[in-house]
């Protein structure tokens, strides 16, 4: 198996700890596990790393791997620039080797829909397409895995969301005026964030056998695109190509009300991450700025420096061992993503 061109290690002192590049692409996506490591590049590759070394690889035949997600299951979903989404899964003889376990929608599910001409939807101006598929790149993924779904948000302005053990499209939701560039969930909520400067919220209801989502809230309208969302301990926080994210707490009746903003990037933010008190936000001025939160109000402590590309996609994790893990110091493991063709690992103290 090929290795990567360069993993290094740092000593424990540093908060850069590691550091994996590869000449072969830029990196658009990554997801995390407690001990794996997955990255998606421009040129369809899929890499497994486990320890800075890498464990495993596969390949899509097409598109720009622009988001993963790795369900409690360890089926991995990728969603591609071509508008696919894809379902891998490990052999249960060697878990070294990962097969492509399907690809939503269904081929199956592509020539029954499309007899009937009900089921087409105009896409653009003089173009239609099938409603259960994306007609352009997914752009992100989000799995709420309790209700046994999936979400998928697209450039072509729609979510749609997948019902995980039969991978049917259930639903395609009219989102946005514009890409959709974010998708996450929380209980009973689902929260977009689009080129078109609004984060909404949807909530989703069970009717009889039905699922169906409905408006809830439109948080945010500016003019600036929002580029990535997260949610956190009944908080949600947004990103935007102006380098400022803004929060959001949930209230009574689960009404979210605005906080606060705060900006420190000098470029669009392009992602972010949360674990406990902590956010991370990653952005095209090549930095990452580790931010607090103390009651309402967050404080940059941190502002991690080192890609030489804009840093695409953030992961974090908690180390399997928890505090008691690396001496009881108690610090996430944070990755980063670039279009420096690098994934540095931070460790970061949690308090």
């Given at each position: 198996?090929?290795?990567?061109?360069?993993?290094?290690?740092?000593s424990d002192g540093?908060?850069?700890?590691?550091?994996?590049?590869?000449?072969?692409?830029?990196?658009?996506?990554?997801?995390?596990?407690?001990?794996?490591?997955?990255?998606?590049?421009?040129?369809?590759?899929?890499?497994?790393?486990?320890?800075?070394?890498?464990?495993?690889g596969f390949k899509?035949?097409?598109?720009?791997?622009?988001?993963?997600?790795?369900?409690?299951?360890?089926?991995?979903?990728?969603?591609?620039?071509?508008?696919?989404?894809?379902?891998?899964?490990?052999?249960?003889?060697?878990?070294?080797?990962?097969?492509?376990?399907?690809?939503?929608?269904?081929?199956?599910?592509?020539?029954?829909?499309?007899?009937?001409?009900?089921?087409?939807?105009?896409?653009?101006?003089?173009?239609?397409?099938?409603?259960?598929?994306?007609?352009?790149?997914?752009?992100?993924?989000?799995?709420?895995?309790?209700?046994?779904?999936?979400?998928?948000?697209?450039?072509?302005?729609?979510?749609?969301?997948?019902?995980?053990?039969?991978?049917?499209?259930?639903?395609?939701?009219?989102?946005?005026?514009?890409?959709?560039?974010?998708?996450?969930?929380?209980?009973?909520?689902?929260?977009?964030?689009?080129?078109?400067?609004?984060?909404?919220?949807?909530?989703?209801?069970?009717?009889?056998?039905?699922?169906?989502?409905?408006?809830?809230?439109?948080?945010?309208?500016?003019?600036?695109?929002?580029?990535?969302?997260?949610?956190?301990?009944?908080?949600?926080?947004?990103?935007?190509?102006?380098?400022?994210?803004?929060?959001?707490?949930?209230?009574?009746?689960?009404?979210?009300?605005?906080?606060?903003?705060?900006?420190?990037?000098?470029?669009?933010?392009?992602?972010?991450?949360?674990?406990?008190?902590?956010?991370?936000?990653?952005?095209?001025?090549?930095?990452?700025?580790?931010?607090?939160?103390?009651?309402?109000?967050?404080?940059?402590?941190?502002?991690?420096?080192?890609?030489t590309g804009p840093?695409?996609?953030?992961?974090?994790?908690?180390?399997?061992?928890?505090?008691?893990?690396?001496?009881?110091?108690?610090?996430?493991?944070?990755?980063?993503?670039?279009?420096?063709?690098?994934?540095?690992?931070?460790?970061?103290?949690?308090?």
């Amino acid at each position: 198996m090929p290795r990567s061109d360069l993993t290094r290690g740092y000593s424990d002192g540093d908060s850069l700890v590691g550091e994996i590049v590869r000449e072969e692409g830029h990196i658009y996506s990554l997801a995390a596990t407690n001990d794996l490591l997955y990255t998606g590049s421009d040129n369809n590759y899929i890499r497994v790393w486990k320890n800075l070394n890498e464990f495993s690889g596969f390949k899509s035949n097409s598109g720009l791997v622009k988001a993963i997600v790795i369900s409690r299951e360890a089926k991995v979903f990728t969603g591609h620039q071509d508008g696919k989404i894809r379902v891998w899964k490990t052999s249960s003889k060697n878990p070294r080797v990962y097969t492509r376990a399907g690809s939503l929608p269904a081929l199956k599910d592509v020539l029954k829909s499309s007899v009937k001409p009900s089921n087409y939807v105009e896409v653009r101006r003089c173009r239609t397409a099938l409603w259960i598929k994306h007609s352009d790149a997914v752009s992100c993924l989000s799995l709420a895995e309790d209700q046994g779904l999936l979400y998928s948000a697209s450039w072509d302005r729609t979510v749609k969301v997948w019902r995980i053990h039969d991978l049917k499209c259930i639903e395609s939701i009219k989102a946005h005026d514009d890409a959709v560039n974010s998708v996450t969930t929380a209980e009973s909520l689902v929260f977009t964030g689009s080129a078109d400067g609004t984060v909404k919220v949807w909530k989703r209801e069970i009717r009889g056998k039905r699922t169906a989502h409905s408006l809830f809230q439109t948080l945010l309208k500016q003019e600036s695109a929002v580029t990535a969302l997260v949610t956190s301990h009944m908080a949600v926080y947004s990103g935007s190509s102006d380098g400022a994210v803004n929060f959001w707490e949930m209230g009574d009746k689960k009404l979210l009300k605005h906080c606060e903003v705060f900006k420190k990037h000098r470029l669009a933010v392009l992602c972010i991450a949360a674990a406990g008190k902590l956010l991370f936000s990653g952005a095209a001025d090549k930095k990452i700025c580790v931010w607090r939160r103390e009651g309402k109000v967050h404080t940059c402590v941190s502002v991690l420096t080192g890609h030489t590309g804009p840093v695409k996609c953030l992961a974090v994790v908690e180390p399997s061992g928890g505090e008691e893990e690396d001496g009881g110091d108690g610090r996430l493991v944070l990755y980063s993503g670039s279009l420096d063709k690098s994934v540095k690992v931070w460790r970061v103290p949690r308090h």
